[in-house]
């Protein structure tokens, strides 16, 4: 089974700039997360979405990032214009469904975006 | 807002020591996993517990969800080289919807 597909792997750009990351998540997986990891902390989550639908995006920063998953299946996250404290590792994971609470559900990470904004 | 506090937040040790990590919060968690991630990849689901008091056994790894469910901990015996690596707990609340993540603990396990 394949895992969590991402590209780029690595992508650097300079303040001011736009990018965008691009995300396949496991065949099937209904619920997609994008995670903010910033060096020497945990994931932080930015939005997550079932199917096309966006179920929480409380902590993405919404005049910067954007982000879609058109047809329930791929995702992409945009941010224009970066900051040089958006540099950090940026993970998508997948699950067969949203959590309920019991943590049964198990999310698969990707390899993540690593971005430098200089 | 919850958050899960891990420590040490640095551990370096040398092989066939061995070691704990501990996860608390002030907060219930219905559940709480644990995560290893390696340099340059995303994080691993090692375990999921869910019920106080909980004790599951993976190797050489053991968790324990406290009984109140604010706490966990990992426990590594005979710490082999292939154990380094960031250790993640996430927590899960009632309303399921995301994970939030503690800062982690970063094991060296020199041979």
């Known amino acids: 089974e394949a895992g969590v597909a991402q590209s780029p792997r690595y992508k650097i750009i300079e303040k001011r700039q736009s990018v965008a990351f691009w995300c396949n998540p496991i065949s099937g997986h209904a619920t997609l997360y994008w995670y903010q990891q910033i060096l020497g902390q945990g994931p932080k989550l930015l939005i997550q979405f079932q199917n096309n639908g966006v179920v929480d995006d409380s902590q993405l920063p919404k005049d910067r990032f954007s982000a879609e998953r058109l047809k329930g299946v791929d995702s992409t996250l945009k941010i224009q214009p970066a900051k040089l404290e958006d540099s950090a590792v940026y993970l998508c994971a997948s699950s067969l469904f949203a959590g309920s609470g019991t943590g049964k559900e198990t999310q698969y990470f990707g390899p993540g975006t690593r971005l430098l904004v200089l | 807002t919850q958050l899960l506090e891990q420590s040490p937040q640095f551990l370096s040790i040398q092989e066939g020591e061995n070691l704990t990590v501990y996860c608390n919060s002030s907060s219930v968690f219905s559940s709480l996993q644990w995560y290893r991630q390696e340099p340059g990849e995303g994080p691993v689901l090692l375990v999921t517990?869910?019920?106080?008091?909980e004790v599951k056994k993976l190797k050489r790894l053991t968790f324990q969800f406290g009984d109140a469910r604010k706490d966990s901990s990992l426990h590594i015996t005979a710490a082999q080289p292939g154990d380094t690596g960031l250790y993640l707990c996430?927590?899960?609340?009632?309303?399921?919807?995301?994970?939030?993540f503690g800062k982690g603990t970063t094991l060296s396990v020199s041979s």
């Open positions: 517990v869910v019920t106080g008091g």
């Open positions: 996430a927590g899960s609340n009632q309303a399921g919807t995301a994970l939030i």
